[in-house]
């Protein structure tokens, strides 16, 4: 058996990066920048500052706003029916990872044919991703997804009302730009919630099944950067340090997860799509019952995280077993809700959304298999 490994995407990082999105629209040939951004990112100032590095280095833009927190089809057409209306040669995906997703989905959708729902990565659509697709630019504003450097887009299908990953490495960016400055405005609690993620990727890559050491080593060193500057983030917005650290973090998190992520991000996945609940907080509120549970099956790893968040010991099963209460009181110390029953989660919702946990095949690599009793189980203990 063969596997792959690759690190591709070329990274510009600092504070003040921000400027070089011109410098590097010209680098990739192109005269006019087609940016998805959302009212948010607007509204914080964040998208007139691009614009204006753009018209300095004379690239052209066309802004689309119309992207919310958990992406749909529709947004996703009608961006990418703007794009073509548009004539631009770049697409810029400015703000968190929905803008970031719409934005590759965007080139997907403008370069093949409908619907979008045959390129789902759980039915192999990633073969179908063939033609080629106008170069982008990827600027996160937010420090958790990673989808800047990540090869998938994550979007609602309108048919199947699931949040669906499309995956193929040529939705990868070309260039991604990390400016600890854009991070600045991000509210405490969605700077919470977003580091949430991060660690959840980095958590989950290290614990997944598969040999991927690179991934693991990577993983490891965005949990310790999380566990130094995710407090200090959340407490002090203009901290440039601890931004730009979760900005690593967060990338980081993205490039160990090829590797595979598991149970939390299944878990987290239906309360996106069903009840709109922010993907960091589902998994922030989700992930110390899947430590629990994974528990037996990768001891020696979740003792390692254990004792990267601080947990004090020799002994691997006891570090294990204290694993999930570290992430439980970081979880508190940033003030976020310490259950799905705080965040308005009833009983009955969880017996519809275990199945839909269940099908969705993100949790195949984690390190114990799960049953569809497993994932109500998981989302009871998460309450
Ligand atoms: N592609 C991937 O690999 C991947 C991985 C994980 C999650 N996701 C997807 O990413 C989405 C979540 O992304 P997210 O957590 O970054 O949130 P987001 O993009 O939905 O942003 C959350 C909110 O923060 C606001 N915001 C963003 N940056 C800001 C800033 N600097 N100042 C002020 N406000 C700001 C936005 O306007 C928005 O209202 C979900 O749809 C999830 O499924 C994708
Ligand atoms: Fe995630």
Redesign the pocket.
């Known amino acids: 058996m063969t596997v792959t490994w690759s690190f591709p995407t070329r990274v510009v990082f600092g504070e003040g990066a921000a400027a070089e999105v011109g410098p590097e629209a010209k680098r990739l040939g192109a005269s006019h920048a087609f940016v998805v951004t ?4 607007r509204d ?1 100032g ?1 998208t007139g500052e691009i614009l204006r590095a753009l018209e300095k280095a004379g690239v052209a833009s066309t802004v689309v706003t119309g992207v919310g ?3 749909t089809e529709a947004e996703v057409l009608s961006a990418a029916a703007a794009f073509t209306q548009s004539g631009a040669d770049l697409v810029i995906g400015l ?5 970031i ?1 719409v934005a590759k989905l965007v080139r997907l959708a403008a370069t093949h044919p409908p619907p979008l729902e045959q390129y789902d990565d759980a039915i192999g659509g990633d073969a179908k991703v063939t033609l080629p697709m106008p170069p982008m630019i990827a600027i996160p ?2 420090a ?4 800047e450097v ?1 090869r ?3 979007v609602t299908i309108e048919r199947t009302h699931r ?1 669906t990953v499309i995956f193929s490495p040529r939705l990868l960016a070309d260039v991604a730009i990390l400016d600890p400055a ?2 600045f ?3 405490a609690h ?1 700077t919470a ?2 580091g949430f ?1 991060a660690l959840t990727h980095n958590v989950e890559a290290y614990c997944a099944k598969g040999d991927h050491p690179m991934a693991d080593a990577i993983a490891l060193m965005g949990i310790e950067l999380i566990a130094k500057h995710l407090v200090t983030a959340v407490e002090d917005g203009k901290d440039v340090e601890a931004r730009g650290a979760m900005l690593k973090a967060s990338m980081m998190g ?1 490039v160990a997860f090829q590797k595979g992520l598991g149970a939390c991000h299944a878990l987290a996945h239906p309360l ?1 799509a069903e009840l709109g609940m ?3 907080l589902a998994n922030a509120l989700c992930l110390p019952a899947v430590l629990d549970f994974n528990r037996a099956a990768a001891t020696i790893r979740i003792a390692r995280i254990a004792r990267i968040l601080g947990v004090k010991g020799n002994d691997v099963e006891t570090l294990a077993f204290e694993c999930s209460g570290a992430v439980r009181a970081l979880r508190a110390q940033l003030g976020l809700p310490n259950g799905l029953g705080e965040a308005a989660v009833t009983e009955e919702q969880l017996v519809t959304l275990a199945p839909l946990a269940f099908a969705d095949y993100v949790h195949q690599p984690n390190p114990r298999p799960c049953t569809k009793d497993d994932m109500l189980a998981l989302y009871r203990a998460s309450m």
Do not use: M, W, Y
């Open positions: 959302d009212p948010g990112v914080a964040l927190t958990n992406p703000g968190g990872g929905a803008p997703d504003t937010t958790g997804t990673g989808s990540g998938s887009g994550v949040k854009l991070t405005s991000l509210p969605l919630a977003t993620d993205a996106g922010h993907h960091g």
